[in-house]
């Protein structure tokens, strides 16, 4: 059964590090999203990404996030300069068609990321 | 703006007993809504989706859920709970005419006692 893939699976950072979590979505997939889950809390939206383009992102996704779509394969996350409360499970998510009859999100195991 | 409220935030079932974990939402506009699971230092993994038709339906490890307009609710359930049903439970939402993103609930987490 194809799967969301993420790398890598746990990362440690310093406070004001860059890190990029890489994803890659299923793949006759259109619709890339970005959740994050801070430890025991909820799981929040951070961004939909969709024809290359960000389609919609939340208060959280502020300057400090970016993603791309470099290569046709992989869907990434960046943290320009991260903050401890950045501290969370990052978890990717592909669907096929936004709208469409089939509204389920797949999503991958997630990215821990720690910051110290 | 949409939302999905859990009010439990645990639940205790014997083994072999029914289980029920509850679920509200409120959109603007027409609702897609799903129940995930989310077993420990795991991804999550889709349960089941109402879309539109029969308010009652049936997911994965025999879980179904029964969609109420009136009531707004979207109530997770199972007639005979197992100990590995024991996980992490997120009701979503999707306003489709407005949105598509899916808005989570906070979590229920269910524990079923052998």
């Known amino acids: 059964e194809p799967e969301v893939t993420q790398t890598p699976s746990h990362q440690v950072t310093q406070m004001g590090q860059e890190v990029i979590l890489r994803c890659v979505p299923i793949?006759?997939?259109?619709?890339f999203y970005w959740y994050r889950q801070i430890l025991g809390q909820k799981v929040e939206f951070l961004v939909s990404?969709?024809?290359?383009?960000?389609?919609?992102k939340s208060e959280i996704f502020d300057d400090q996030f970016s993603v791309e779509r470099p290569d046709g394969s992989n869907f990434t996350l960046k943290i320009r300069s991260t903050k401890l409360e950045d501290s969370a499970m990052y978890f990717c998510?592909?669907?096929?068609?936004?709208?469409?009859?089939?509204?389920?999100?797949?999503f991958g195991e997630g990215s821990r990321l720690t910051v110290l | 703006a949409q939302s999905v409220a859990q009010p439990e935030d645990q639940v205790n079932v014997a083994e072999g007993n029914p289980l029920t974990v509850k679920c509200t939402y409120s959109?603007?506009?027409?609702?897609?809504l799903f129940w995930y699971v989310q077993y420990p230092n795991r991804g999550l993994q889709f349960l089941l989706k109402?879309?539109?038709?029969?308010?009652l339906v049936k997911g994965s490890y025999g879980f179904e859920a029964e969609f109420n307009k009136s009531q707004t609710s979207f109530h997770l359930k199972k007639p005979s709970a197992l100990v590995s049903d024991s996980a992490l439970y997120f009701c979503?939402?999707?306003?489709?005419?407005?949105?598509?993103?899916?808005?989570f609930g906070t979590g229920t987490r269910l524990q079923v006692f052998p």
């Open positions: 998510a592909s669907h096929v068609l936004a709208g469409g009859p089939n509204g389920e999100l797949f």
């Open positions: 793949s006759n997939h259109l619709y």
């Open positions: 990404f969709y024809n290359n383009e960000i389609s919609e």
């Open positions: 959109v603007s506009g027409n609702p897609y």
């Open positions: 109402y879309i539109t038709g029969d308010n």
């Open positions: 979503a939402v999707r306003d489709i005419d407005n949105t598509d993103k899916l808005i």
